[in-house]
């Protein structure tokens, strides 16, 4: 009997997955430091993601509480290493909340200054680090050389590149030195001409919008829910920025400023006009959105630094001195949620009289932003993972504390 | 909303179970008793005029001072506190909620405190409330997956307790 033969080409069979479990981390360069995360895959769609933190835990609350505030400035730096001014700055403002105090307007104008050109640092390494998660080396080469001019300026400032130690509660440790007013606007003009590049390579980019347009979409209810703030909460179209809607001695800090909150309000962006349009496939609160807030907000605080430059040229008074490192604390609790670079960075202290605080706490926007992961990688491709994560933009240094 | 007016709101339907309130401190804060958690928790963020969609974060606090020199200084009652610190974009006013706890569930040395989840109110607390326990030493009743989330699984004790004494040695590494 002739059997009849099938071209195994033409046959159509089931290929048999199995579930599988993946480990993603702590060493995979694309978790953007020591994150763990465990998939659970069938082939090559996604089932479900398990974020494991803890790996540069440093019990920095539990050092808090053994230091004086002044002392514990060192380890607020080493929270969100990318952007170590405004760690300082959500400290000392704590701080000066529980003690009453109030800064000079020289220094409230070097604050923002320092901190929105920290805020310029921290996204370029959004950006130029998302660009290697999905396989693009140059905007990183971009970034990091602008980048390089900033912590230029801040070494010119407080002698220190990275962990700045430059605000502390009560006011700042140095003025700025002379000339540096010049070398910061030298700095961002060449920042302002390589903005177009970053948008022409990654913005713009048929591969970029492909890989992030659609993907991972977050609901503002859904980002209200878990507590996301910053970038990520504006991303999904919410207006909500702390230096405008802030307690009042943090939105103080910028009542006579500028500005515009980044998000996307009645179909556009206050900025989208000079900038690349919102392509047709992406969604409001996915990848692409994440990020082009970020880059809106580079131009913003380019604007805002100088406004500030203005403004410091102007005030008339000295800036403020720091208190002593044994200053007494006075009995009771304060909580002051500053806007970083990542979101909203809270910090609670708790007083007894002496000049240890009794107990600091460090809301981590990190944190929170991470939290959502599981809820908008469920069901997408492993090789959206990176693409996801890489928007939230998230420091492990913060998230561990 | 004015605070004052939350607090009549809140008064209003819990009564006795809202056990105190300072609305002059710099952050004004209102205490509920333990059981009511959930319910307060609840009616805060679906009740239309109040609407604290935002919980930013929950702080476990020990109140206890373990050096018995500096103790009869100490300025507080003994026990266990928890922050819970909410806002409402909606209408953009503050609060901060407290709930006294004894530090251990009844008086024995090691039961931890327990009080109800907030998880199925405000999402944010599913990993701030794992951080509490881990931590801080507070179970949450109901919470979905009640794990260490910064401390390995196998770690002793809860750190930020003003008695923690860190065990001298781990998986054969000296701590000290």
């Given at each position: 009997m002739a059997v009849e033969r099938v071209d195994p080409e033409l046959v159509e069979f089931d290929v048999r997955t199995d579930e599988m479990l993946i480990n993603m981390g702590p060493q995979h360069p694309s978790t953007h430091g020591v994150l763990r995360l465990v998939l659970r895959t069938d082939g090559e769609v996604v089932s479900s993601v398990v974020p494991h933190i803890g790996y540069l835990h440093r019990c920095a609350e539990k050092i808090g509480e053994n230091v004086s505030p002044r002392q514990w400035i060192p380890y607020t730096d080493r929270m969100d290493y990318l952007a170590g001014m405004n760690m300082n700055l959500g400290w000392a403002m704590t701080v000066e909340k529980l003690m009453g105090l109030e800064v000079s307007e020289k220094t409230r104008h070097v604050r923002v200054m320092v901190c929105e050109l920290n805020r310029i640092a921290s996204h370029l390494v959004a950006a130029g680090t998302y660009g290697l998660d999905l396989g693009s080396f140059t905007p990183f080469l971009y970034c990091f050389r602008e980048r390089e001019k900033i912590l230029n300026l801040f070494e010119a400032v407080c002698g220190a590149r990275l962990t700045y130690s430059y605000i502390v509660p009560g006011g700042l440790i140095a003025d700025l030195p002379p000339g540096w007013l010049e070398a910061c606007e030298r700095c961002l003009s060449e920042l302002e001409a390589v903005v177009p590049e970053l948008h022409a390579v990654l913005t713009s980019n048929e591969i970029f919008i492909r890989r992030?347009?659609?993907?991972g979409v977050l609901s503002p209810e859904m980002a209200i829910d878990y507590g996301c703030s910053g970038p990520v909460l504006r991303g999904s179209g919410v207006k909500w920025d702390l230096r405008r809607d802030g307690q009042p001695s943090v939105a103080g800090m910028y009542e006579d400023y500028r500005f515009e909150v980044i998000a996307q309000a009645g179909g556009s962006y206050p900025r989208d006009q000079e900038y690349p349009p919102v392509p047709p496939a992406a969604v409001l609160g996915d990848c692409w959105h994440r990020f082009y807030v970020r880059m809106l907000e580079v131009v913003q605080s380019i604007g805002l630094v100088r406004q500030a430059m203005e403004k410091y040229r102007r005030s008339a008074d000295a800036v403020s001195e720091p208190i002593k490192i044994t200053q007494k604390l006075p009995r009771g609790e304060a909580y002051l949620e500053t806007e970083a670079p990542k979101g909203q960075m809270g910090f609670l202290v708790i007083g007894d009289g002496t000049a240890i605080p009794w107990r600091v706490r460090a809301r981590s926007s990190s944190f929170c932003n991470l939290s959502v992961l599981p809820e908008i990688s469920r069901g997408c491709l492993l090789a959206d993972i990176p693409a996801i994560l890489g928007s939230l933009d998230i420091v492990l240094g913060e998230i561990d504390r | 909303m004015e605070i004052g007016l939350i607090l009549d709101r809140l008064k209003q339907q819990f009564g006795e179970r809202i056990v105190g309130a300072d609305l002059e401190a710099a952050d004004p804060w209102i205490e509920i008793a333990p059981t009511a958690l959930a319910e307060v928790a609840r009616l805060l963020r679906d009740d239309p005029a109040l609407r604290f969609d935002y919980l930013h974060c929950i702080t476990g606090v020990d109140y206890v001072q373990p050096d018995a020199k500096k103790a009869k200084n100490f300025p507080w009652e003994v026990h266990f506190e928890l922050l819970y610190h909410l806002s409402s974009m909606a209408h953009g006013h503050r609060l901060v909620l407290r709930v006294a706890l004894p530090r251990w569930q009844g008086g024995v040395e090691g039961q931890l405190p327990e009080v109800r989840t907030v998880s199925d109110v405000w999402r944010t607390a599913d990993w701030h409330e794992r951080e509490v326990y881990d931590l801080s030493g507070v179970r949450f009743a109901g919470h979905p997956d009640l794990r260490r989330i910064l401390c390995p699984e196998d770690w002793e004790g809860h750190p930020l307790r003003k008695d923690y004494k860190m065990a001298e040695e781990y998986h054969g590494i000296r701590t000290r």
């Amino acid at each position: 009997m002739a059997v009849e033969r099938v071209d195994p080409e033409l046959v159509e069979f089931d290929v048999r997955t199995d579930e599988m479990l993946i480990n993603m981390g702590p060493q995979h360069p694309s978790t953007h430091g020591v994150l763990r995360l465990v998939l659970r895959t069938d082939g090559e769609v996604v089932s479900s993601v398990v974020p494991h933190i803890g790996y540069l835990h440093r019990c920095a609350e539990k050092i808090g509480e053994n230091v004086s505030p002044r002392q514990w400035i060192p380890y607020t730096d080493r929270m969100d290493y990318l952007a170590g001014m405004n760690m300082n700055l959500g400290w000392a403002m704590t701080v000066e909340k529980l003690m009453g105090l109030e800064v000079s307007e020289k220094t409230r104008h070097v604050r923002v200054m320092v901190c929105e050109l920290n805020r310029i640092a921290s996204h370029l390494v959004a950006a130029g680090t998302y660009g290697l998660d999905l396989g693009s080396f140059t905007p990183f080469l971009y970034c990091f050389r602008e980048r390089e001019k900033i912590l230029n300026l801040f070494e010119a400032v407080c002698g220190a590149r990275l962990t700045y130690s430059y605000i502390v509660p009560g006011g700042l440790i140095a003025d700025l030195p002379p000339g540096w007013l010049e070398a910061c606007e030298r700095c961002l003009s060449e920042l302002e001409a390589v903005v177009p590049e970053l948008h022409a390579v990654l913005t713009s980019n048929e591969i970029f919008i492909r890989r992030t347009a659609g993907v991972g979409v977050l609901s503002p209810e859904m980002a209200i829910d878990y507590g996301c703030s910053g970038p990520v909460l504006r991303g999904s179209g919410v207006k909500w920025d702390l230096r405008r809607d802030g307690q009042p001695s943090v939105a103080g800090m910028y009542e006579d400023y500028r500005f515009e909150v980044i998000a996307q309000a009645g179909g556009s962006y206050p900025r989208d006009q000079e900038y690349p349009p919102v392509p047709p496939a992406a969604v409001l609160g996915d990848c692409w959105h994440r990020f082009y807030v970020r880059m809106l907000e580079v131009v913003q605080s380019i604007g805002l630094v100088r406004q500030a430059m203005e403004k410091y040229r102007r005030s008339a008074d000295a800036v403020s001195e720091p208190i002593k490192i044994t200053q007494k604390l006075p009995r009771g609790e304060a909580y002051l949620e500053t806007e970083a670079p990542k979101g909203q960075m809270g910090f609670l202290v708790i007083g007894d009289g002496t000049a240890i605080p009794w107990r600091v706490r460090a809301r981590s926007s990190s944190f929170c932003n991470l939290s959502v992961l599981p809820e908008i990688s469920r069901g997408c491709l492993l090789a959206d993972i990176p693409a996801i994560l890489g928007s939230l933009d998230i420091v492990l240094g913060e998230i561990d504390r | 909303m004015e605070i004052g007016l939350i607090l009549d709101r809140l008064k209003q339907q819990f009564g006795e179970r809202i056990v105190g309130a300072d609305l002059e401190a710099a952050d004004p804060w209102i205490e509920i008793a333990p059981t009511a958690l959930a319910e307060v928790a609840r009616l805060l963020r679906d009740d239309p005029a109040l609407r604290f969609d935002y919980l930013h974060c929950i702080t476990g606090v020990d109140y206890v001072q373990p050096d018995a020199k500096k103790a009869k200084n100490f300025p507080w009652e003994v026990h266990f506190e928890l922050l819970y610190h909410l806002s409402s974009m909606a209408h953009g006013h503050r609060l901060v909620l407290r709930v006294a706890l004894p530090r251990w569930q009844g008086g024995v040395e090691g039961q931890l405190p327990e009080v109800r989840t907030v998880s199925d109110v405000w999402r944010t607390a599913d990993w701030h409330e794992r951080e509490v326990y881990d931590l801080s030493g507070v179970r949450f009743a109901g919470h979905p997956d009640l794990r260490r989330i910064l401390c390995p699984e196998d770690w002793e004790g809860h750190p930020l307790r003003k008695d923690y004494k860190m065990a001298e040695e781990y998986h054969g590494i000296r701590t000290r």
